[in-house]
């Protein structure tokens, strides 16, 4: 029988006009210009659409918008140095580490930029697993295992899930 030996979490952070965080912020200035700067790729001359929702109906190129977008972010990102802040141990004293990112567009307007609404989706390194205790997920970042382990118990929440397990023959 096969267990589970190690997982990779991803976090999902939605981020919209009414964000109040101030990196957030940044990310949503950067990421706005850049949607309007580059939404005109994709437009037709003649019907020119103002949702993102109503671009991607007309031009299924504009899926690219996600990626381009996404590098406006990257500069921001890398602030975070691999730190996922967001997500701490039940002591709210350790965070977990992230090794990538993606940013997906969920709707966005070139009139009104309260409209802009973006996803980030980090993605961690793999960390040991040891199984559920209380609705927390008992891990370690250790590299290897050994007698004496070092766990962190992470909190199941919303937008937090196991994206990817690797298994072990018992």
Known sequence: MKTIK???FAYRLVIDATTTSI???Y???ATYKEYYLQEQLFQQETNKVETFRELLRQNKKAEQLNYLVGMAAIPYIEQLEGNLYQITDNLNKTHLNFVDFEL???NSSNQNHTNHKVA???YTKQYFYFGEV???YLIS???ELKTN???LMIPNRQHFSIVSIELEDE
Do not use: A, G, M, Y
């Open 6 to 8: 190690k997982v990779q």
């Open 23 to 25: 990196w957030e912020k």
């Open 27 to 29: 990310v949503f200035d």
């Open 104 to 106: 997906d567009i969920i």
């Open 120 to 122: 980030l989706t980090f």
């Open 134 to 136: 209380n609705n927390h």
């Open 141 to 143: 970042s250790d590299e």
């Open 149 to 151: 382990i070092k766990t």
